[in-house]
């Protein structure tokens, strides 16, 4: 994709370089998991396909775990995007689809825990404050970028904010940031379910 930073292209694989991530807009060569900061899952590596567990494929599905190191000294909050990166189906020019936003995370090492409910969440793509379950369409791989960003500055937003709000008011105050990709394929397990539920 056209206008993707050079400096973020060594860490985002190719179908998911779309230039309207958070990150894109937001981060910088020098931001960029410096001090070490880091953002991991137990659940998946980057790169890995997201556990059914926390997609649509199944009923009970709920976020991901997710792990952080510490960010620089000063760091007075850190908070959390994710995005489907793939960008299909989406006009020229559009944001991706926004699946998660969260702040109000203390600005120290720390973790959200599988189905955590976060402190802070705004308004997803289809505008409520859950995880917005991954749902690609049968045989088709979409990619999500989970990224993290450390402000030097409380954010003072109403919670149920949405994605353009949150990044107006991170403009100019990130001190560093991390991302981690995941991908799900749709469709993959339904026949699976199917012959499991015959079974029993």
């Avoid at 649509?56 to 997710?66: F, I, S, T, W």
């Avoid at 995370?105 to 969440?121: M, N, S």
């Avoid at 030097?152 to 949405?162: C, D, F, I, K, R």
């Amino acid at each position: 994709m056209s206008d993707f930073p050079g400096w973020l292209a060594p860490h985002v694989p190719a179908p998911a370089r779309h230039p309207g991530l958070a990150i894109a807009k937001l981060g910088a060569a020098q931001t960029l998991a410096r001090g070490g900061f880091a953002l991991t899952s137990p659940a998946f590596r980057s790169g890995e396909e997201l556990d059914a567990s926390f997609t649509a494929a199944e009923e009970d599905a709920v976020a991901p775990p997710l792990e952080w190191s510490a960010p620089p000294p000063g760091t007075q909050e850190l908070v959390l995007v994710v995005e489907d990166a793939s960008g299909i189906g989406t006009k020229a020019g559009a944001d991706p689809a926004c699946h998660w936003l969260v702040w109000g995370l203390a600005g120290q090492r720390g973790k959200l825990l599988e189905g955590e409910v976060p402190p802070r969440t705004g308004k997803n793509a289809v505008g409520n404050s859950d995880w917005l379950l991954p749902d690609p369409p049968e045989g088709e791989t979409r990619h999500y970028l989970f990224q993290l960003f450390a402000t030097e500055l409380p954010l003072v937003l109403m919670p149920g904010a949405g994605r353009a709000e949150l990044l107006a008011s991170l403009q100019g105050s990130i001190t560093a940031c991390a991302v981690l990709h995941a991908t799900f394929t749709g469709g993959g397990e339904d026949e699976d379910a199917a012959w499991e539920d015959d079974d029993f």
